[in-house]
């Protein structure tokens, strides 16, 4: 888990730039068909020989300019808007720059990914994966040995923020990149907002007040995506940032390690969900409700907010929405709780997904130079920037035109503002186990049909 002064780290790293600124991989095995192939290859370039030694017949297919396939397995099923956009515009460039390189994506949803990328990592991996950088997702794929480590010393001139890189390394080598700084938002429509006269709280108990009106008015005040866990689980995070200031990585830290979650910060945080999903925050059957159910829900206009990361700012972009409404998208942080040590500028923050090179791909030159194509900064971070898909981990400063949609602007202003970030979410923080527990346990205590105190002892029961 990133400790606090990583988080730091990433901050002030942006903060002063931006201040400154404004199946198995058969394709490439060689069979005995390819023989004749292989002798026009000794014939033509006997300049190569040098490469008579490679380990695979997949090297020599490479070295020599042959066809190769590239398998890239994504977490990033729409195409169309958003990172999918932005990640099959790297892949078109990469064919046509090199004709003899196809690559076959294959996308599925986060949750639907991570269960078919265990089964890959039993079976044998595609050659790029989507990742993330944090324990409960990394820890056991370094220990399994699928990731090939990459060479650090190739990203030193990559624009990557400070701290950025450290939860994808293993005893100080790196075995992945990260695409996004993601920060929890608060999404709402100004617009209602504007109609209705209301306005964004400042503190929780404003929050619940601005809720209960929004609910009165026969609204939904805010669309939660209940039914993956993980969403309330970074709520739940942003909650306890709030009542926890710089303490949270602590706490999170030493309640994972002991499997005691009974510090009264977290049952703070924890009763605090309870209370705001019981007084109405979120739309009836929240707790069994999808990613794109609960999107709809406001980007339709049924629900004044919409919780969220960051990585979703490209609504604003998406012509799929109402004009009325996309443009009218703004964004808040966790108003702050009474009595608590977190202010507004302390948010809930983390370096999230990115990209790894299976260490066992018959291409994996191939498959780590297309890596280090999408990573260039006038890449992945600057089509990402223009495209309004959240922040990027790396420095996005150079590409500012002053053009970009408002809800982007204020996210940007969102982190560089920022006092301190969290660091990993919750869910994140622990072991597969345990992850797997709290995202589903979380519902039963939301809905109160589990004590606090019964979620507690569970969920530290998986730390064990």
Do not use: H
């Not at 394709?27 to 695979?56: F, H, I, L």
């Not at 990172?83 to 994506?105: H, P, R, S």
């Not at 991996?125 to 190739?154: K, N």
């Not at 969900?273 to 609960?294: E, I, N, P, R």
């Amino acid at each position: 888990m990133k400790k606090k002064i990583v988080a730091s780290l990433l901050v002030a790293a942006m903060a002063v730039s931006m201040l400154a600124g404004c199946g198995d991989n058969k394709s490439a095995d060689t069979s005995k068909e390819d023989n004749s192939k292989k002798e026009q290859q000794e014939e033509t370039q006997k300049s190569d020989d040098n490469n008579s030694d490679d380990d695979s017949n997949a090297d020599e297919e490479q070295a020599s300019g042959e066809d190769v396939t590239i398998k890239l397995f994504s977490n990033l099923p729409d195409r169309k808007n958003g990172q999918g956009l932005v990640e099959q515009m790297i892949i078109d460039e990469y064919m046509e720059a090199n004709q003899n390189v196809t690559i076959e994506v294959e996308a599925l949803d986060e949750e639907a990914y991570k269960t078919k990328f265990k089964a890959y990592a039993m079976d044998g991996m595609p050659d790029v994966v989507s990742i993330w950088g944090q324990p409960s997702f990394l820890d056991e794929v370094l220990d399994a040995g699928v990731l090939a480590e990459l060479s650090e010393d190739d990203y030193a001139d990559y624009k990557f923020i400070a701290g950025s890189l450290e939860g994808f390394k293993k005893d100080g080598k790196l075995y992945g990149l990260p695409r996004n700084t993601d920060i929890q938002i608060i999404y709402y429509n100004q617009k209602m907002f504007d109609d209705n006269g209301w306005t964004v709280p400042a503190t929780y108990d404003e929050f619940l007040t601005l809720c209960g009106t929004i609910k009165d008015a026969g609204i939904t005040p805010v669309a939660m995506d209940g039914g993956d866990g993980w969403p309330m689980a970074t709520f739940l995070t942003d909650i306890l940032v709030k009542i926890a200031g710089t303490d949270y990585a602590d706490i999170i830290s030493n309640a994972i390690s002991t499997g005691d979650f009974t510090a009264p910060e977290i049952k703070q945080a924890t009763q605090l969900l309870v209370d705001s999903a019981a007084a109405g925050m979120f739309q009836t059957g929240y707790d069994s409700q999808d990613y794109g159910t609960t999107m709809n829900l406001f980007t339709n206009g049924q629900a004044a907010m919409y919780c969220m990361g960051s990585w979703d700012a490209s609504m604003a972009l998406n012509e799929d929405i109402d004009a009325e409404i996309r443009e009218n998208i703004r964004a808040f942080t966790m108003p702050t709780v009474a009595d608590g040590k977190g202010g507004a500028k302390d948010i809930a923050a983390w370096n999230g997904g990115g990209y790894a090179v299976s260490a066992d791909s018959a291409v994996k030159e191939e498959a780590i130079k297309f890596l280090n194509y999408m990573y260039q900064p006038d890449k992945l971070s600057k089509y990402g920037w223009e495209n309004g898909v959240g922040m990027s981990a790396q420095d996005q400063t150079a590409y500012m035109t002053g053009e970009e949609t408002e809800l982007q602007k204020q996210i940007m202003n969102i982190l560089t503002e920022a006092t301190s970030v969290s660091g990993t979410p919750i869910n994140d923080c622990g072991p597969s186990a345990f992850k797997t527990a709290i995202e589903s346990e979380i519902q039963g205590v939301s809905n109160g049909s589990t004590s606090v105190d019964d979620f507690l002892a569970k969920i530290g029961e998986a730390c064990k």
